[in-house]
């Protein structure tokens, strides 16, 4: 490489580093409005964040990093707002499936408990009580995203092939599958589950990371940073901000 | 290039004196030389190969401005091109664009006629001019459920397909009318279909039944699925964008979008330029090293 465009190289990697400083500078400063405006409304000190609407978070989805997914304390402390803000449902998700094995044992004896219960035909589910509400809790993983559509694409297609295979005629009739067929064989391969209202992320990035196609096609996806710095007002916010959200569902 | 498809109102060109017209072009210069320095020095970062675009707010943009729907969806239509233009200045190779959803058939007739009309009008427009499109040899797909289409249309569409199949440059792809979950299903209708000629073929190529009939036949697996869909031989895209500040998918490209960095600027789509473009790449550059990471690891599992 000659010298000049050496030079050129360099001075646009400055420009391009510079850019970014500044940009990283700007978003320390709004990080810590932001870490303000979470500390006025755990306080409740904020009227509005007050009195939540809770009624049209049928279920909530929790995204998180498998790395940071790790952390059990933050997670356990972070079902633990929800139980109190009274969410009814939560669906936890890693791509990885770290969250499935640290609640598959606790899932397992919740399970053995209600053996004579109906199970939900999702089959890590388990009910955590408290002393004042109950909450379901879901696990899934990225199994259960991709995958889980093949398995379902798999049972469509065998149990199509096999009705063929008992038909004498040689000409086959074409059998369609429509969105409702897929739903159906996504619930018997386990996969079914309701689509959250709402699905926050927590992680470096607002990615989905895979979760389930099915069940995030109209869900208000919401970015919450790192799971190391989450703020209860932070999860305050998010629930506000949802109950201002209007969906017209492609009309 | 695509910019001469972005309708100009010629009674105002005419009346333009020639030092206006002097001032405008070095005004024009002036920018587009600003803009190639700001994309060398965005460059130097990793830029994205394949955008997405959920071009939402054109109503929204009519309403404030006290114009007809109608009017907004062809602003939006500008904005299109513009965006596209940019893009393919900025080296993006891949860009897709959720011109229209299968739920918005549920609209109200009157606007769905008007947005089958500015369709057929562009797709003709594109058609006719050809030398635009070979100029950056740009590929144009329509991704979706094409016989929900009106007639015309649809036959519009196939026949820009069809024109511009052999081209290696730009690849513009159009969903419409499309779902996410329709396109799964479909690729699931496809591969079912593949496996049942592949065992007729079996069968009729075999004089021992039994052979036929137990054969070994794989499951299916994720990767025969990504065979089927529309964006088979695209890559996945690397920015989602969704204009006017929502932040829902609204059933787009959801099994692509794995790793994809989702991002809901407020503008409303009509408003989205050329600095909002910028802006979003700084955003994706931030967190490629994160969304690369995960991508190896899951490359790795796999």
Known sequence: MSLPSRIIKLTLGLLWCIIHVVISLFNLCSHLMFNLECYLISSGLLRKYRNLQLSRVKCLAIVVDSREAKNTVKINQLLCWLKTLGVKYVCLYDIDGVLKKFFEPSMNSSRDDNSGDDLDVCANIKALDSSHREMTLECISGSDGKEGIAKAANLLCSTSLNGDRYTHESVKTESVFTETDMASALKSVGCGGPEPDLLLVYGPARCHLGFPAWRLRYTEIMHMGPLKSMKYGAVVKAFYNFSKKYQNYGK | ?302
């Open chain 2, 1 to 302: 290039m695509f910019a001469s498809l972005i309708s100009h109102d010629p009674k105002m060109l005419n009346e333009k004196k020639p030092d206006e017209i002097i001032a405008t072009g070095v005004l024009e210069s002036l920018q587009n030389f600003l803009r190639k320095c700001v994309i060398a020095v965005l460059s130097y970062g990793p830029m994205p190969k394949h955008v997405a675009f959920i071009m939402d707010g054109n109503r929204r943009y009519a309403k404030s401005r006290s114009i007809k729907e109608g009017t907004g969806h062809r602003v939006g239509f500008s904005a299109l091109m513009a965006s596209l233009l940019y893009c393919y200045e900025m080296g993006v190779k891949y860009i897709t664009v959720y011109a229209f959803s299968i739920d918005n058939f549920k609209r109200d007739p009157t606007e769905v006629q008007t947005l089958m009309e500015l369709m057929e009008e562009k797709i003709n427009e594109l058609l006719e001019n050809k030398n635009v499109i070979n100029k950056v040899n740009c590929k144009i797909n329509f991704w979706g459920n094409l016989d929900m289409l009106t007639e015309p249309v649809r036959v519009a569409a196939q026949k820009l397909m069809a024109s511009t199949a052999q081209n290696t440059g730009l690849v513009f792809s159009v969903c419409m009318p499309y779902n996410s979950t329709s396109e799964i299903a479909n690729a699931v209708n496809e591969l079912c279909k593949e496996r049942k000629d592949m065992i007729q073929g079996q069968h009729a190529g075999s004089c021992n039944s039994q052979t036929a009939n137990g054969g070994t036949r794989s499951d299916i697996s994720v990767a025969d699925l990504d065979r089927h869909m529309y964006t088979a031989g695209c890559p996945d895209p690397d920015i989602v964008i969704r204009t006017s500040g929502e932040t829902r998918l609204s059933n787009f490209l959801l099994w692509q979008t794995t790793f994809s960095h989702l991002q809901n600027p407020d503008p409303l789509w009509p408003e989205f330029s050329w600095r909002h473009l910028v802006w979003a790449i700084l955003q994706y550059q931030r967190v490629y090293p994160y969304i690369e990471q995960n991508k190896t690891l899951a490359k790795k599992q796999l």
